[in-house]
């Protein structure tokens, strides 16, 4: 079960995904206890950097195995024609690659999907159930699926069609032996997740205080090159974003955070 340590009334400043004033917020150490591997699902490269570097970089120093799914080669990234999007596609992993490592985490898989035209098929569920299974994480961490009125850019369709796909991975597909019978065929077996971490949500209900490991959320941001540039803007925009999720939270002010909606799946 997850604990509840309390309720905030906080509402968040703006670009926030704070919670609601009836939303109890939950201590992530709380939760951090017993979890052995986490499995973090995105649409794009570059997702879980936005979304959660600095909690990834934080549970890798406590010893949790953290591995990434990429969906997608974010090959519809960027705007320059010149580029064919094979080659993007090719750079764009590199570029995953190289900023999973900066946070610690060097298993990072990708299922080749489409950018740009993602859907929460039958298809996309099985191959995440696989990777489920394989990995056997007590935490999953994905995109909301639900369309976040303040943030229309962390609304994506393939976040939202990725979040959708993870989570019916996570309950029931994983755990039921019953669905996509050609898993069992490959020796995978059921496996039931405990935790569903959801990033870019509304309602968010989980804080995770980011501040000391900064540098590496920032250093994992700037891996992603073709997509952020120089990344002289960076500091100036987690500074807002993270303030604004820290403060949600009822963090001591000058504290940076990462912000989730924290599902019991178990
Ligand atoms: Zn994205």
Redesign the pocket.
């Known amino acids: 079960m997850l604990g509840a340590t309390g309720a905030t009334g906080a509402t968040g400043a703006t670009g926030a995904t704070g919670p609601s004033p009836t939303t109890a917020t939950i201590d992530p150490g709380v939760l951090d206890v017993g979890v052995e591997r986490i499995l973090v699902v ?3 490269p ?2 879980v950097d936005f979304g959660a570097a600095g909690s990834v970089a934080s549970w890798v120093k406590q010893g949790i195995a953290v591995m990434y799914c990429v969906v997608t080669d ?1 090959d519809a990234g960027g705007s320059d024609r010149s580029v064919a999007r094979p080659d993007m596609a090719r750079l764009r992993r590199s570029e995953q690659r190289a900023a999973a490592a900066e946070v610690g985490v060097d298993d990072v898989v990708f299922l080749g999907y489409g950018d740009g035209r993602l859907l929460a098929s039958i298809e996309l569920r099985r191959d995440i159930t696989r990777v489920v299974r394989q990995v056997q994480p007590d935490r999953v961490v994905t995109q909301s699926p639900e369309r976040n009125w303040e943030r229309m850019a962390a609304s ?1 369709p ?2 939202r069609a990725a979040g959708e796909a993870t989570i019916c991975a996570v309950y029931p597909d994983a755990r039921n032996p019953f669905a996509h019978p050609e898993l069992l065929d490959e020796g995978l077996e059921p496996h039931t997740v405990r935790q569903l971490w959801l990033m870019g949500a509304a309602d968010s209900n989980c804080f995770v205080d980011c501040t000391d490991v900064m540098d590496r959320k920032l250093a994992a941001l700037r891996a992603h090159a073709s997509q952020v540039g120089d990344g002289a803007n960076l500091h100036e925009l987690l500074q807002r974003w993270m303030g604004g999720n820290a403060s949600a939270g009822g963090l001591a002010p000058g504290r940076l955070a990462e912000a989730f909606r924290v599902v019991d799946a178990g």
């Open positions: 995105t649409a794009h570059d997702d974010g994506h393939d976040h």
